[in-house]
């Protein structure tokens, strides 16, 4: 066993949106820290192919338990590993929350508000998007007025984007060119250097090779770098040890099968809501609530697919190139909340498995529609999520190989979210059928997995404070998706990274408060 | 090696596809036959069978047929997940042994043979009946058929349309992307993708 004597300010578990920017915070403050992630670190020059299969390395792949009646799936839809998390695949769609999304229980009577207001969120918003580089349209046309513009002007436009633009015109659909966070020409920040613009390439799912794409391993993780963070590749963290006064004193993690412990002053927990709130059971610590593992969400994201006479060769542009919030609140609804539209592009393999397990074809069948690949275009919703009794993460009687329980999973769309998802299911319909599609189908699905370490003002219903800091450990603070206490009606990583800024901002201020 | 023109296999010795993918497709392409290493010789003849019927190669040649069955093999071997599997489902080596023993076993209810014995026609009957959750024998009383059907159809379309010949069955190039896409609007070709696949 390897101990460090060095006592580090904080160690950071997780590296990605929400344990990268709060990374780089903590150390451009002078703070030593170290961050521990599972994964490697890796060279998307040299590591990264133009290819699913090869790019699986990305995902969390220990195998997790999926329950209830809308099973939840893991792996390439909803988990990542490496420096970097899940921004090493995701699509970098980098929508703002609107104000209301914030205030459920306050506009529906149900759900969680959250103990912060939008206004708390919009400077770092505005940071995050000029660091990352977002491109995207100025002004935009949904939500608050803003102080500044995107930081560039949009990316191209696909084929699937055209076709959403040309369905909803007919419907009257206001649309727009998305916000990703996806450099449409190169861009320059300081600490972290030049990065190059977009090439089309569609793959972000699987890894952007370019640089483009900001993941955290290209923005935030050198910029930590640049201000003197370390960053430990290839560690599981597997115990929080306290000291007698209740603190953590130590984290113990196994890198290439060896126990190692760094001591540390504090603990930012940053390993998403499947990990954290596991960790944390595991360790038995942090639950005097109750609520760790609770109030598990997903957002409901249906996408409906259909065949064109162009050919549309959906591997090209950026995935998510055409949004609209026209469906925010809709007029007519009897769901709770709102969703947003998507275009999408898709990888082959994710197409035509997800064409497996959502029409279940084989044969000829199968054969047929798969050979339809390249005139293949989809859209897809994001919408809220209520949080239920019945949705929730525990610890199995099943270990995995490290012979630590797997988590379990339970997940159940309630009725909001079966009406919200039926409202979408329609009005889909009728914006590619006004495309001109045929064969369309859809693909039921909840993604990104939100909540289960929900923050509010009463130790009694929370696990952390408004400021990311647990009721119980005074010096644990949680940094991620886990903390959300509603699912919002937007892509959840430009929020992630903003509350994660303000974390740290809130910790640096009390640590100066003590000094 | 000559390869037509518009071949994947032509396109993966230009410098339109980047070395880490053409070192992973090019695996993929000259794999060297292998025995099962997870399932015994039997199972494996039964689950080429069923990929046979699930993902038909009737067109290609012997020495082009893409071994779907190997690829599941080696994943159970290497006790490898795709990251989560249903709650109600045994691990996934113990689900792949039982529901090859429900084809069987269902194959001998309906026709009183294995499955392997049965023409392509009753095959396609007994796999229609367990993903419909219809199919006879006490195998599917502890297996859900329509998960196992599901997990199975699923892993052998990935690992079908993963290989580059099964790619450029469906005029897929995305792998040729080392010089960027310029052209990505409809109807918007760059030279590389002249061969368009029609879906009529």
Redesign the interface.
């Known amino acids: 066993m390897t101990t460090t004597h060095d006592i580090v300010d904080a160690v950071v578990i997780g590296t990605g949106a929400g344990g990268a920017p709060l990374l780089a915070r903590l150390a451009r403050a002078g703070l030593r820290v170290v961050a521990l992630e599972a994964g490697r670190h890796w060279n998307p020059k040299?590591?990264?192919?133009?290819?699913?299969?090869?790019q699986?390395k990305l995902?969390?792949?220990?195998?997790?338990?999926?329950?209830g009646q809308d099973?939840?799936?893991?792996?390439?839809n909803n988990?990542g590993t490496g420096v970097g998390g899940s921004t090493l695949h995701y699509t970098a769609y980098t929508p703002r929350a609107q104000p209301d999304d914030l205030r459920i229980r306050t506009e529906f009577g149900v759900g969680e508000d959250w103990p912060i207001e939008f206004d708390d969120l919009a400077s770092y918003y505005e940071e995050v998007e000029q660091f990352l580089g977002v491109s995207g349209p100025s002004p935009y046309p949904w939500g608050p007025a803003r102080n500044r513009g995107y930081a560039l002007g949009p990316l191209?436009?696909?084929?699937a984007g055209?076709?959403m633009e040309r369905g909803c015109r007919t419907l009257g659909i206001r649309t727009s060119p998305a916000a990703n966070a996806a450099l449409s020409a190169g861009y320059y920040q300081e600490g972290v250097g030049h990065r190059p613009g977009c090439?089309?390439?569609?793959?972000c799912q699987a890894g952007c090779?370019?640089g483009a794409k900001a993941s955290m391993d290209v923005t935030y993780i050198p910029l930590a770098l640049h201000y003197g963070a370390e960053v430990r590749p290839e560690c599981f963290v597997t115990q929080l040890v306290r000291n007698a006064s209740g603190r953590i004193s130590e984290v113990v993690y196994i890198r290439n099968g060896q126990e190692e412990r760094q001591r540390c002053h504090n603990v930012f927990l940053c390993a998403g809501a499947i990990e954290t709130p596991r960790l944390l059971l595991l360790n038995g610590i942090g639950n005097s609530s109750g609520q760790v593992g609770r109030n598990l969400m997903a957002h409901t994201a249906l996408q409906l697919w259909g065949?064109f006479d162009?050919?549309?060769?959906p591997?090209?542009?950026i995935p998510g190139a055409i949004i609209s919030e026209d469906t925010h609140r809709p007029t007519n609804a009897d769901f709770v909340g709102g969703y947003l539209l998507q275009s999408i592009g898709v990888?082959?393999?994710t197409y035509?498995?997800q064409?497996?397990?959502g029409r279940?074809l084989?044969?000829?069948a199968?054969?047929q529609a798969?050979?339809?690949?390249?005139?293949v275009a989809g859209i897809n919703i994001l919408g809220d999520c209520l949080p239920y009794e019945h949705n929730y993460l525990e610890l199995s009687d099943e270990t995995d190989?490290r012979g630590l329980p797997k988590p379990?999973i339970f997940f159940s769309n309630g009725e909001s979210e079966e009406r919200m998802t039926a409202h979408a299911d329609q009005l889909m319909r009728q914006i590619w059928d006004a495309a001109g599609a045929c064969?369309v189908w859809t693909f039921p699905r909840n993604a990104h997995i939100i909540g289960t370490c929900r923050m509010g003002n009463n130790p009694d219903t929370a696990v952390v404070n408004a400021d990311g800091r647990s009721f119980d450990i005074p010096n644990l603070y949680i940094s991620d998706n886990s903390t959300f206490p509603s699912a919002l009606s937007v892509n959840p990583a430009l929020t992630i990274m903003s509350l994660a800024l303000r974390t740290a901002d809130k910790f640096l201020t009390s640590q100066r408060g003590t000094a | 090696m000559f390869h037509p023109a518009n071949t994947i296999r032509s396109l993966l010795q230009t410098d339109l596809?980047?070395?880490?993918?053409r070192?992973?497709?090019n695996s993929?392409l000259n794999a060297p036959p292998r025995q099962p290493t997870f399932f015994s010789a039997d199972e494996f003849a039964l689950l080429q069978a069923v990929c046979d019927?699930?993902?038909?190669q009737e067109g290609r040649e012997p020495s082009q047929r893409i071994d779907i069955a190997s690829g599941i093999d080696l994943r159970l071997s290497e006790?490898?997940?795709?990251?989560?599997?249903?709650?109600?489902m045994p691990p996934d080596g113990e689900a792949y042994r039982l529901g090859l023993r429900g084809f069987d076993e269902s194959a001998q209810a309906w026709f009183g043979q294995p499955f392997r014995n049965l023409s392509p026609e009753q095959q396609?009957e007994v796999?229609a009946a367990v993903?419909a959750l219809e199919a006879p024998g006490s195998t599917w009383d502890i297996l859900p058929a329509d998960h196992f059907?599901?997990e199975l159809?699923?892993e052998?379309?990935?690992n079908y349309?993963?290989h580059p010949l099964a790619?450029e069955?469906?005029?897929?190039v995305?792998?040729a992307?080392a010089?960027?896409?310029?052209r990505?609007?409809?109807?918007?070709?760059e030279d590389r993708?002249k061969k368009?696949?029609?879906?009529t």
């Open positions: 040299l590591d990264f192919a133009t290819d699913e299969r090869a699986d995902f969390w792949n220990d195998e997790r338990l999926s329950a099973a939840l799936a893991f792996g390439n988990s191209p436009v696909n084929g055209q076709l090439t089309n390439r569609g793959f090779t370019v065949e162009e050919d549309i060769r591997y090209k542009g990888m082959p393999l035509l498995s064409m497996a397990r279940g084989w044969g000829p199968l054969k798969a050979s339809a690949y390249n005139h190989s379990r064969n | 596809v980047t070395a880490p993918t070192e992973a497709l993929r019927r699930l993902v038909p006790n490898k997940s795709n990251g989560w599997r249903y709650d109600d396609d796999l993903q059907f599901e159809l699923a052998a379309v990935e349309y993963s790619q069955e469906i005029g897929y995305g792998m992307d010089p960027g896409w310029q990505i609007g409809l109807n918007n070709l993708e368009a696949n029609s879906p």
